[in-house]
């Protein structure tokens, strides 16, 4: 029974994405054909007519479209923890795959900090070089953000709970010893790795080479109807991929709080590829719509809406610790939401990375095709 709902959520979640990457495929190239065919009819005019003419959408900010998002520090720092988490996912699943990580009490997390440790250049890469590209100067600041930002929290957090949980003289509390060797990990081997990961970003993929130009002046966003606004985007953004892991999520959730074994990590492995092409997709649809509106600001649209889906995915773990669990007294509440904050802020920096990569992609693609004068 377990298998075939597990047979059954997975066929439902490929016939999403199928649906949807046809769905996208249609309608964007329909319609970019149809802009196409205006635009090249508007170079083939003179000034005077196409300046009478009726242009829109978004060949219109081709000379902001590429303009740096704001907070560039923290969006390149999670742009590459986001990276970072994809590849210790990737890693982490393959290995409990072929090596059957679940067998033994700690080794899946003893395993998944390893990887994370020794993946930091990616972070440091891909954080540093979009930094760069952005034209940003500050990039001590920017490369100890992307080292820190995502063990300060998960520190922060699990240091938290064990107070509380020493406080309750809990079976759960962290031993002394593995705190130190924790932050040394952070400080003696992240933070090393991750200065030449941004070095080695800055210098080999750190120029910007945008198909437009950037104008000097940033273009007035016009009025444009409430559904097309950047926050309801954002909020609308992230159903369809949470639809996609919903059952896979349930599973999850029971392996870990019910204590049960999870097994089916090549289950998992599907659901991963799943949720990146429909986030992927989602993403895309919804920069274009806000491009169209005229409205450039699609890097920070792009990533909130991919990582929306981290916030369904924490309002299901209310649901499921007051209808699915046992839990109660403070210590339990904590451990369980600390915990599972975590878990969607990392899912949410995931989720937000594929949705900016996938973006950012085709926006280059659409912008570099048209011939901007």
Not at 84 to 100: D, K, P, S
């Amino acid at each position: 029974m377990f298998l075939q709902i597990h047979w059954f959520s997975i066929f439902n979640s490929f016939m999403m994405v199928i649906f949807l990457v046809g769905l996208v495929s249609m309608i964007l190239m329909r319609t970019l054909r149809k802009d196409y065919a205006r635009y090249s009819k508007d170079e083939e005019m003179d000034d005077m007519e196409r300046d009478l003419g009726d242009e829109y959408g978004w060949k219109q900010v081709h000379g902001d479209v590429f303009r740096p998002p704001a907070h560039p520090v923290l969006f390149s720092a999670l742009i590459g923890s986001g990276h970072q988490i994809a590849v210790v996912t990737l890693c982490v699943v393959i290995f409990a795959i072929l090596g059957e990580l679940y067998t033994e009490r700690g080794s899946l997390l003893s395993t998944s900090i390893f990887v994370y440790a020794a993946t930091s250049p990616i972070n440091g890469y891909f954080g540093g070089s979009l930094y760069a590209r952005m034209g940003g100067k500050r990039w001590i600041k920017q490369m100890l953000m992307s080292a820190f930002l995502l063990p300060a929290m998960v520190c922060g957090t699990a240091f938290l709970i064990n107070f509380i949980a020493i406080y309750y003289h809990a079976s759960r509390a962290i031993p002394f010893g593995t705190m130190v060797a924790v932050t040394c990990i952070c400080l003696f081997v992240i933070l090393p790795l991750t200065l030449v990961g941004t070095v080695l970003g800055r210098n080999l993929a750190g120029q910007p080479n945008y198909p437009c130009r950037i104008n000097a002046v940033p273009r007035p966003i016009p009025e444009k109807k409430w559904f097309m606004e950047p926050a309801v985007i954002i909020v609308l953004g992230g159903i369809l991929p949470f639809g996609s892991i919903f059952i896979e999520m349930y599973f999850i959730f029971t392996s870990f709080w019910a204590y049960k074994i999870y097994y089916v990590y090549g289950f998992m492995l599907l659901v991963f590829i799943i949720l990146a092409v429909v986030t992927v997709c989602v993403t895309i649809v919804c920069t274009y719509f806000l491009l169209n509106a005229e409205d450039y600001r699609w890097q920070w649209t792009s990533f909130l809406s991919g990582g929306s889906t981290a916030a369904y995915v924490y309002v299901y773990s209310f649901y499921y610790f007051f209808f699915k669990t046992k839990m109660y007294g403070l210590f339990q509440t904590t451990f369980y939401f600390g915990y599972m904050a975590l878990f969607s802020i990392a899912l949410g920096i995931l989720c937000g990375s594929f949705g900016f990569v996938g973006t950012n992609t085709f926006v280059r693609k659409i912008y570099s095709t048209v011939k901007i004068d």
